[in-house]
Antibody, heavy 121, light 113 residues
Framework: QVQLVQSGAEVKKPGSSVKVSCKASGGTFSSYAISWVRQAPGQGLEWMGGIIPIFGTANYAQKFQGRVTITTDESTSTAYMELSSLRSEDTAVYYC??????????????WGQGTLVTVSS | QSVLTQPPSVSGAPGQRVTISCTGSSSNIGAGYDVHWYQQLPGTAPKLLIYGNSNRPSGVPDRFSGSKSGTSASLAITGLQAEDEADYYCQSYDSSLSGSNVVFGGGTKLTVL
């Protein structure tokens, strides 16, 4: 059974950066799309970007271009999402989710437990 | 402003049938991209409910069904139960001049009366 386990909650100052990890187990890592989705308090789901590890090139939502970097470490089956220039509006729960085999456009059967990032001075 | 439009809320009594709509455009649902649905209970990660417009993952009751037509899709829940009270999100893919992205609806809160 595929499991995605994310790193713990973070509290950050405005203007700083945060890096959240997502460790996969129980299945092939390299050929499945991994996406990051965030959810601000009381709000809906927002796709930030995604990557297929074996290809190595990430695709980002226009809203986050220049501020977000998604990477993977195939040796540890871990995906990372780094968000910079943090502002209070970035306070949210950040989820990683596993998509389809060699397909970045599909659905997410497996989700991490979520990581709360709080941006506060 | 979400690319896919859902009603903010729907409600129904136990045993009734409710539907949740998801309206897109010619660059996403209307372009032939599949629609998927998720259920999110408070404080938990989303759970895949319907994939590929109308397919249920194993373990999802057949009370849940999905359909797609033109630039819209719908999620139907029959035999409403108290445990169905949750937020529901549709998801598709959007490809336009500004790029290609996964897109979500704004979410619909289902209240079981």
């Amino acid at each position: 059974q595929v499991q995605l386990v994310q790193s713990g909650a973070e509290v950050k100052k405005p203007g700083s950066s945060v890096k959240v990890s997502c460790k996969a187990s129980g299945g092939t890592f390299s050929s499945y799309a991994i996406s990051w989705v965030r959810q601000a308090p009381g709000q809906g789901l927002e796709w930030m970007g995604g990557i297929i590890p074996i290809f190595g090139t990430a695709n980002y939502a226009q809203k986050f271009q220049g501020r977000v970097t998604i990477t993977t470490d195939e040796s540890t089956s871990t995906a990372y999402m780094e968000l910079s220039s943090l502002r209070s509006e970035d306070t949210a729960v950040y989820y990683c989710a596993r998509g389809l085999h060699y397909d970045s456009s599909g659905y997410y059967r497996y989700w991490g437990q979520g990581t709360l990032v709080t941006v506060s001075s | 402003q979400s690319v896919l439009t859902q009603p903010p809320s729907v409600s129904g009594a136990p045993g009734q049938r409710v539907t949740i709509s998801c309206t897109g455009s010619s660059s996403n649902i209307g372009a032939g991209y599949d629609v998927h649905w998720y259920q999110q209970l408070p404080g938990t990660a989303p759970k895949l409910l319907i994939y590929g417009n109308s397919n249920r993952p194993s373990g999802v009751p057949d009370r849940f069904s999905g359909s797609k037509s033109g630039t819209s899709a719908s999620l139907a829940i029959t035999g409403l139960q108290a445990e169905d009270e949750a937020d529901y999100y549709c998801q598709s893919y959007d490809s336009s001049l500004s790029g290609s992205n996964v897109v979500f609806g704004g979410g619909t809160k289902l209240t079981v009366l």
